[in-house]
């Protein structure tokens, strides 16, 4: 039994947290702040009122302030016309950081701000520099030049987002003035919301578009003015982060971080960055044995094994000797590590992981999504959150191991990420009978990722299964071959669909392509090319899956669909299938099922490969006008074009091989994994 002294602690320690949980209920964060951000967070649901007030705040907030304010510090004018003023700039890009960031909460948020060491300028540069495929498809990864430097920004070299990447930066007095280079030069505020979103803090997720001169921001930078707790939202370059976040534990106030969470996610990165390493050649030979399993692990999944790290682990003298300085806050979960023999690269090596269940659940997935994943499975959550995370990554949501058999959800749409659609009011009973609908029909989930919420996603899928059960299965076919009815408003959505069904009911019996196929049995299955809306009706309606609804595309004149069939009256040995002779070169059978979307029987399986070698023919001769005037002994001499084709493109590539390689156009310095 414990004594008298014990249970005094006890009450002692009891009444310290208790008070604490009251001071942050009632706002006295500046007390409570300095209690709990080193050790422990107090975990609060954020109340959409006050998450709404931060909106409307930060939506009508003047930037001429915010500017005002940055101009104690730099010539801020200078940056709206950066390109009469620098060499290799031209005009746009951001600024954006923490000195940003301080100037809203120091002027809307009741100066909670306070922070300015520098500030930071996102200035695109004159020229394009992404100048080949190969440059841009091979690993990125750190160059060495770069992590002896000493400037932070030169250090990051790895695409974290798909606009942007970092190729130089400058440090004038108070300005950081960072060079980069755009993929895609769209709308500027979609740069500047590109840039936000690939800092790696939430606190930090605001800037000014230098073009449109407007206050930008993500809605992680929203949920920190409304909780003021800092969550890492990127980690493609964990050392770093863990390194700048133990700065800004010194610096920042009244802010709370849940200590142990985020470096452990931090850790786990590092530990993810490892891996993807192992997947390389240089990876050959991994004496440590986690890592080589969960390469190996993650090297089985498509997901994971995209050729990319986007991310890297070491840095240089700058940020070694940062972390030397916050030594007591690091120390407990890293170790500070000297990389090769130059004296001037390091590493952080981890000391403390996250679970083994969730490492293996990111080694699955590629490396710049880890971050989204631990904010999702390493922080606390309500049970049916964690359940609808789960479903939408099809894995078991206690042991994080993939379920088999079906397809991958999530990521959905470009702006939804999976905390935010777990955290929707869609029940996990919804969830399930959304994905089996997805899961019988894969193309129409390409179709409902256009709309932006999980909630709108079921919607959609839950009018198009009710059209379904009215018109027949071939409705869902003539949704996933229709790109167009998806750019309907939800409103109406279900009034457009059946305007459409009617439209497609229209000209039934009207051939939309010519036969190609010159005999229809052949080893004894009879194989029928469907040419009309009403033989793809008729078929789909025989088999009861979707394919009246490609009807459509194949007046496009390069989609085939079929109808195979070994006995009238047993309906196991039907099967319909759809290929593309887009290239005739390489035909495709794109799908190829039997009765409901089940796997057609193996006799069809191998008569579709002698129909499509006939079709290939036909083809041919339907686009050849030399060969159509031979009539019948065009048929003939087609499979002699082909061949001489085949050999044709078979000698330019051993020419090619023996060619004089161009000097390649990227930097030879760089490390090639």
């Not at 841009?136 to 770069?146: L, Y």
């Amino acid at each position: 039994m414990a004594g008298p002294s014990q249970l005094l602690w006890g009450v002692a320690l009891f009444l310290v947290f208790d008070l604490t949980e009251i001071l942050v209920s009632i706002g006295f964060s500046e007390v409570a702040g300095h209690i709990s951000y080193v050790q422990f967070q107090p975990h609060m649901e954020i109340e959409m009122k006050k998450l709404q007030a931060v909106r409307r705040t930060l939506s009508g907030a003047s930037v001429e302030p915010i500017l005002a304010a940055l101009g104690e510090f730099v010539d801020v004018e200078e940056l709206f016309h950066i390109a009469s003023r620098h060499d290799g700039y031209r005009d746009g890009g951001c600024i954006a950081g923490q000195a940003v960031s301080s100037a809203v909460q120091d002027l809307f948020f009741g100066g909670r701000g306070g922070v300015y060491n520098d500030v930071d300028c996102f200035a695109p540069a004159a020229g394009h520099h992404f100048e080949s495929t190969e440059v841009r498809s091979r690993v990125k990864t750190v160059q060495m030049a770069d992590v002896v430097g000493e400037v932070d920004y030169e250090q990051i070299n790895a695409r974290v987002v798909p606009r942007y990447r970092v190729l130089s930066s400058s440090r004038m007095d108070k300005l950081n003035l960072v060079q980069i280079d755009e993929y895609a030069r769209n709308k500027p505020i979609e740069l500047t919301a590109s840039i936000l979103r690939s800092f790696d803090f939430n606190c930090v997720q605001v800037g000014i578009d230098l073009v449109e001169r407007k206050l930008v921001w993500t809605p992680a930078f929203e949920r920190f003015l409304a909780t003021r707790q800092i969550e890492v939202e990127s980690t493609h370059t964990p050392a770093h982060t863990a390194i700048r976040l133990a700065k800004k534990l010194g610096e920042l106030e009244n802010v709370y971080v849940d200590q142990d969470r985020v470096f452990r996610t931090l850790a786990g990165a590092i530990m993810r960055l490892k891996v993807a390493e192992a997947h390389t050649e240089r990876g050959k030979g991994q004496k440590d044995e986690m890592i080589a399993s969960l390469a190996t692990l993650g090297a089985s999944d498509p997901r994971s094994a995209m050729g990319t790290l986007y991310g890297q682990r070491r840095f240089g003298k700058l940020l070694a000797q940062k972390a030397r300085d916050n030594e007591s806050t690091l120390s407990p979960y890293f170790s500070l590590c000297e990389e090769g023999q130059s004296g001037g690269v390091f590493s952080l090596e981890p000391k403390r992981l996250p679970d083994e269940s969730f490492l293996r659940l990111a080694s699955r997935r590629h490396v710049a999504e880890y971050a989204r994943l631990a904010a999702v499975f390493l922080r606390p959550h309500k049970p049916e959150v964690k359940a609808r995370a789960a479903a939408l990554l099809r894995v078991d949501p206690v042991s994080l191991e993939p379920i088999t058999g079906h397809i991958h959800i999530w990521p959905a749409h470009p702006s939804s990420s999976v905390i935010e659609m777990a955290h929707e009011k869609v029940s996990v009973k919804e969830m399930d009978r959304f994905l089996a609908v997805c899961d019988r029909h894969r193309g129409l989930m390409s179709r409902v990722q256009m709309r932006n919420s999980l909630a709108e996603q079921v919607g959609v899928v839950q009018v198009v299964q009710k059209l379904a059960s009215e018109h027949g299965q071939w409705v869902y076919g003539l949704i996933e071959a229709r790109a167009d009815v998806y750019g309907h408003p939800f409103d109406g959505l279900e009034a457009y669909l059946t305007e459409q069904i009617g439209l497609a009911r229209e000209d039934m019996l009207k051939p939309l392509i010519h036969r190609r196929l010159r005999q229809s049995v052949y080893d004894g299955v009879a194989v029928k090319e469907l040419v009309t809306r009403a033989e793809c009706f008729q078929e789909g309606e025989d088999l009861h899956h979707c394919i009246g609804g490609y009807a459509g595309a194949l007046s496009y004149g390069k989609t085939v669909l079929l109808s195979l069939r070994s006995s009238e009256k047993l309906t196991s040995m039907w099967s319909s299938a759809e290929i593309s002779l887009d290239d005739l070169a390489r035909p495709v059978i794109r799908q190829h099922y039997g009765p409901c979307n089940s796997p057609a029987c193996e006799a069809h399986q191998a008569v579709l490969k002698q129909v499509v070698d006939d079709l290939v023919v036909g083809e041919l001769v339907a686009r050849t006008r030399w060969l159509q005037r031979l009539s019948w002994l065009g048929y003939r001499v087609a499979p002699l074009v082909l061949r001489g084709r085949s050999f044709k493109r078979k000698a330019a590539a051993v020419v090619a091989r023996f060619r004089p390689k161009p000097k390649p156009k990227f930097d030879p310095d760089v490390i090639q994994w």
